[in-house]
């Protein structure tokens, strides 16, 4: 069965860069859309991207838009966030989760029954 990994996290001041990744084990990401959400201390959980089986299309919350960038090597059975210009209000646990789909077309939605698997979390905090 399909188990997610993220790692990547960690303390960056504002204005730095980090590059999560997600990473499929016992199964291939082949199948399937791969989509970040992130949860800050106290706030619900927030969509943030999502790319499509093929890597083709790629969709972004408008607080990221320009800041982070989605990717993914179906080889390597990793997607990964590049995250940009980051600001204190990025501060959040970063979850990525495979859709039952291959497309983004059920993204933003966090209905529990349209996800194959969630990963653990990865904490992101950026701070001075």
């Known amino acids: 069965q399909l188990q997610l990994v993220e790692s990547g996290g960690g303390l960056v001041q504002p204005g730095g860069s980090l590059r999560l990744s997600c990473t499929a084990t016992?199964?291939?990401?082949?199948?399937?859309?791969i989509a970040w959400f992130r949860q800050a201390p106290g706030q619900g959980r927030e969509a943030v991207s999502c790319?499509?089986?093929?890597?083709?299309?790629?969709h972004y919350a408008d607080s990221v838009k320009g800041r982070f960038t989605v990717s993914r090597d179906n080889d390597k059975n990793t997607v990964y966030l590049q995250m940009n210009s980051l600001k204190p209000e990025d501060t959040a646990t970063y979850y990525c989760?495979?859709?039952?789909?291959?497309?983004?077309?059920?993204?933003?939605?966090?209905?529990?029954?349209?996800?194959?698997?969630w990963g653990q979390g990865t904490q992101v905090t950026v701070s001075s």
């Open positions: 016992r199964s291939t990401l082949d199948y399937y859309a």
């Open positions: 989760a495979a859709y039952t789909l291959a497309l983004c077309v059920l993204w933003p939605g966090q209905e529990e029954e349209t996800f194959q698997t």
């Open positions: 790319i499509d089986l093929h890597g083709t299309n790629t």
